[in-house]
């Protein structure tokens, strides 16, 4: 009986003291997202990446916004999103602790600008993606009067640069040539 006590005494205390006293979670611990709008692009990978829908992102051109969002309530902490983000502007963090009072509580909002392009003037891609790119390519070894010369071509969207292209060739549309070709 007193080896018992013995054995029982140098175990120490087999419980935790929380709530009372904090826990202290695991290297690795998969808790919160959280976000730093300073890093992230809006690029949209972690929305892609989200099994659980959790991750969302809205564009609004008539407010020249891009809404990235959270519903804290329907993830799953998985951390794909921490995975595929290419500027690790989210990770999980040790935070478990989630309970809220009110639902509006459960989100967490971020809101970007959207870059215009200079020939239609519609919104085509986030401000900081652009931004982004050209820092790539600066530290990439492109020199600042090459960036200097390309701004013109981060500053368009994808189909004005299409016409650009085909009409600065002086070809005729490959759907054209295609045509003709089938007929002969």
């Known amino acids: 009986m007193l080896k018992l006590f013995k054995t029982i005494l140098k175990a120490g205390e087999p419980t935790v003291k929380y709530p009372f006293k904090p826990l202290e979670v695991c290297p690795g611990f998969r808790g919160k997202p959280e976000l730093d709008p300073q890093q992230c692009i809006a690029c949209a990978a972690c929305t892609m990446a989200c099994p659980a829908n959790a991750l969302t992102m809205e564009t609004h051109p008539e407010s020249n916004e891009r809404i990235w969002q959270l519903f804290i309530g329907r993830c799953i902490f ?12 989210i990770r999980l963090s040790e935070d478990f602790e989630l309970a809220v009072t009110n639902k509006a509580d459960l989100y967490v909002k971020a ?3 959207l870059q215009h392009c200079v020939a239609c003037h519609q919104p085509f891609t986030p401000e900081k993606s652009v931004q982004y790119a050209v820092e790539l390519l600066r530290q990439s070894g492109v020199s600042d009067d090459a960036l200097a010369g390309m701004s013109a071509q981060f500053s368009t969207c994808p189909s004005c640069k299409r016409k650009q292209t085909l009409a600065s ?3 005729q549309p490959i759907s054209f040539t295609v045509a003709e070709e089938r007929h002969e």
């Open 169 to 171: 060739h002086d070809r």
């Open 111 to 113: 809101v970007f600008r």
């Open 78 to 89: 998985c951390g794909r999103c921490e995975e595929v983000c290419p500027t690790n502007a």
